[in-house]
């Protein structure tokens, strides 16, 4: 059973650049490099082509990325320092059953494919014969077997934080069961569409295959698996319809469960995938979805249940098995992303370990690569970053006083997690035998977190949780608890530099921050309160002006071709559009707020040759560098909530005033914006 998807997601920005401050006399510049900036594209033309279109050229797309930019710089750094140390762990000759010895283990075994392509599919003949001989009679049985060991079949249930009472755990039960993820891939036939669709049916056919099956047997479990998720997707929420978290949280009692969805056997559901008594309540998130999944379980023959079962089962058992898998699932994202080389195998191995023991993993990373110093220096940070979101909240010609004050209690409230968690997941139950196959070994790995995700029921949530490992390159907010996290990986280089100017610094340090409170304040985060919980705390006038504040920003992207005939979701990408907005705006003021204190006459201040507000945009728009495949630009405009690094530059300062003053823009330049057609929320 895999747990429910995420009722909100975390407003994840992948990997904005932090650091802590510098020197702000610096005469030169250290994580901009002067040289790629093209003057013969003038700011006022193209802002992101005038900072990042030298270095677009003298970084090449290789055949392994289907887009590479500044983060992927960063993460080519962290994983030969991760390589490193699990390498070293494995030179250390660690103790059987030791952490060090289940963390080199399950590298060694992802990286061993001589003995994974000698056992081929053997490992899961056990399991598919399993499914292939249930009678009708234990056909219920299977359905939980499934739940409980390798895949939600139809639907997705499991505990999380009670949007109306963070500090407990609520039943969330919830749509699922497609392969492909997005409703649109299903029933969109379009060119793009169509081509992914059958990419998938054609990868659908080659696992079968790989797995023992005929071609004959292939074909049929083609047909009936894209019947079941066609029909699943066809009553699957769109994306827009997703980000309306308060739809999402329907309370049922179980006797009302029972009699919406009558095709499942609820008792034996809890009882047998979870291992708990039956609740008396669950939160049901897409009603039409669960429903769809009733109906199928209901009319479905046995024949094509199992079908469906035997595919989920070889999609999560592929990645552990021989090349002949991974090959057809490389042949399959060479159409999804346009990448044409499959990554070294050292780094798919690595990857697999950090998603088995990532703590683990990052317990070594942070003793070896992150000093108390940054996490002090950041703490600093974001207290004035804090101050400046604060000065802006009072500001705001839109607000209620009433509302600013709410909102004021809710800024203060924030938790701040910065580099690792204050306490270790303990592996020590998690079994790993080296003489068992690594399927074997990764489905014990599977096991135990389903466990370590179960064990949470029937408790009060734990706050000291996190939600990345701290090795991970990114930073997120967490709205049902009322957080902002920082993980230690991305507290380096080439991002931060502590020698490396104020202005630098906040164009990267400052924005992150300023970004992941600013989720505190978008149009879902501003559904919840100081504690975490969906309370609305808005004056009804003030609700109206920032719906239409955001609707106009929406409309702003969504106005951006992406690619010839496909355009930009700004419904969807509307919580990270106003994040970056809002953490550009804090940033700049928590910027001049420190320049103030120092007593920085900025105005009479340059970097080599920049000023310092210059700077500050010129190194925003230096980590959104990257070349992208057409494929990728389609394949995130579909599924990723974030926009494309252009549009996180282009669109977003085009709404902000004082970058026009910083380059001199004005009107009849492409990248001006009429003060009345610009939206400024936080």
């Known amino acids: 059973m895999k747990p429910i998807k995420s009722l909100i997601k975390l407003a994840v920005a992948p990997a904005l650049a932090v650091g802590f401050i510098g020197c702000?006399?610096?005469?030169?510049?250290?994580?901009?490099?002067?040289?790629?900036?093209?003057?013969?594209?003038?700011?006022?033309?193209?802002?992101?082509?005038?900072?990042?279109?030298?270095?677009?050229?003298?970084?090449?797309?290789?055949?392994?990325?289907?887009?590479?930019?500044?983060?992927?710089?960063?993460?080519?750094?962290?994983?030969?320092?991760?390589?490193?140390?699990?390498?070293?762990?494995?030179?250390?000759?660690?103790?059987?059953?030791?952490?060090?010895?289940?963390?080199?283990?399950?590298?060694?075994?992802?990286?061993?494919?001589?003995?994974?392509?000698?056992?081929?599919?053997?490992?899961?003949?056990?399991?598919?014969?399993?499914?292939?001989?249930?009678?009708?009679?234990?056909?219920?049985?299977?359905?939980?077997?499934?739940?409980?060991?390798?895949?939600?079949?139809?639907?997705?249930?499991?505990?999380?934080?009670?949007?109306?009472?963070?500090?407990?755990?609520?039943?969330?039960?919830?749509?699922?069961?497609?392969?492909?993820?997005?409703?649109?891939?299903?029933?969109?036939?379009?060119?793009?569409?169509?081509?992914?669709?059958?990419?998938?049916?054609?990868?659908?056919?080659?696992?079968?295959?790989?797995?023992?099956?005929?071609?004959?047997?292939a074909d049929r479990i083609v047909a009936n698996v894209m019947k079941i998720e066609t029909a699943l997707a066809d009553s699957a929420w769109t994306r827009e319809q997703s980000r309306n978290i308060p739809a999402m949280y329907n309370p049922r009692t179980l006797a009302q469960v029972k009699q919406m969805f009558p095709n499942i056997n609820w008792d034996r559901f809890f009882v047998e995938t979870m291992g708990i008594d039956t609740p008396d309540q669950m939160i049901v998130t897409e009603i039409s979805s669960v429903n769809r999944a009733n109906e199928l379980m209901g009319k479905l023959t046995d024949r094509e249940k199992k079908d469906y079962y035997l595919w989920k089962y070889v999609a999560n058992a592929a990645p552990y098995l021989s090349d002949d898998f991974s090959d057809a699932s490389f042949e399959f994202n060479k159409v999804m992303s346009g990448v044409q080389e499959q990554r070294p195998r050292w780094k798919r191995a690595l990857s697999a370990t950090e998603g088995a023991m990532g703590e683990a993993v990052g317990q070594l990373y942070v003793e070896k690569y992150f000093p108390e110093s940054s996490k002090k220096y950041m703490l600093e940070l974001v207290e004035n970053l804090r101050t400046a979101l604060g000065e802006h909240i009072d500001s705001l010609s839109w607000m209620s006083d009433s509302t600013k004050v709410r909102a004021h209690e809710k800024l203060n409230a924030f938790t701040v997690k910065i580099g690792y968690p204050d306490k270790w997941k303990d592996y020590t139950s998690m079994a790993i035998d080296p003489e068992k196959s690594y399927y074997d070994n990764m489905h014990e790995v599977s096991m135990w977190h389903q466990r370590d995700y179960l064990s949470k029921w029937g408790k009060p949530v734990d706050r000291t949780e996190w939600a990345m490992t701290p090795q991970t390159i990114n930073a997120y907010y967490n709205p049902l608890a009322n957080e902002i996290v920082f993980p230690a990986g991305i507290l380096q280089a080439p991002f931060f530099d502590p020698e490396a100017s104020d202005a630098e610094n906040y164009g990267g340090i400052g924005v992150v921050i300023g970004h992941e409170m600013t989720h505190g304040f978008d149009d879902q985060g501003s559904q919840f309160d100081a504690e975490g919980n969906m309370v609305n705390w808005w004056q009804p006038e003030d609700a109206e002006a920032f719906k239409k504040l955001t609707q106009g920003l929406a409309d702003q992207f969504s106005a951006v071709e992406v690619l010839p005939g496909v355009f930009a979701n700004g419904v969807y990408t509307l919580g990270e559009n106003i994040a970056d907005q809002g953490g550009l705006r804090i940033a700049r003021t928590a910027f001049l707020n420190s320049q103030e204190k120092k007593g920085v006459d900025i105005a009479n201040t340059t970097i080599d040759g920049f000023t310092p507000m210059q700077v500050f945009y010129l190194n925003y728009a230096n980590l959104w560098a990257q070349n992208i495949r057409p494929e990728e630009i389609n394949r995130l405009t579909v599924g990723d909530p974030h926009s494309l690094g252009k549009n996180r530059v282009n669109v977003t300062l085009r709404n902000i005033a004082p970058f026009f003053e910083a380059f001199g823009i004005t009107e009849g330049d492409a990248m001006f914006r009429p003060e009345q057609e610009r939206i400024v929320i936080w």
């Not at 090449?60 to 983060?71: I, K």
């Not at 080199?104 to 056992?119: C, F, G, K, L, P």
């Not at 999380?160 to 029933?187: K, V, W």
């Open 24 to 217: 702000s006399s610096a005469e030169h510049l250290k994580s901009l490099d002067k040289a790629q900036i093209n003057d013969s594209i003038p700011a006022g033309v193209d802002f992101y082509e005038h900072v990042t279109s030298i270095w677009q050229q003298q970084h090449p797309l290789t055949a392994e990325f289907s887009r590479y930019g500044q983060f992927n710089i960063l993460s080519d750094t962290n994983e030969v320092r991760v390589k490193n140390l699990v390498l070293g762990l494995a030179d250390s000759n660690p103790e059987p059953g030791s952490v060090a010895f289940k963390v080199s283990t399950i590298y060694n075994q992802a990286m061993d494919s001589t003995r994974r392509n000698s056992e081929g599919a053997q490992p899961i003949q056990a399991d598919l014969k399993k499914i292939e001989e249930t009678t009708p009679d234990k056909m219920e049985d299977l359905f939980m077997w499934m739940h409980k060991n390798y895949a939600s079949p139809f639907f997705g249930a499991g505990p999380q934080e009670d949007m109306m009472n963070s500090t407990q755990y609520a039943m969330y039960i919830g749509g699922g069961g497609m392969g492909l993820g997005d409703r649109d891939y299903y029933l969109l036939d379009d060119e793009r569409n169509t081509a992914v669709r059958n990419a998938y049916k054609t990868l659908i056919a080659a696992q079968m295959k790989n797995a023992g099956y005929s071609q004959e047997d």
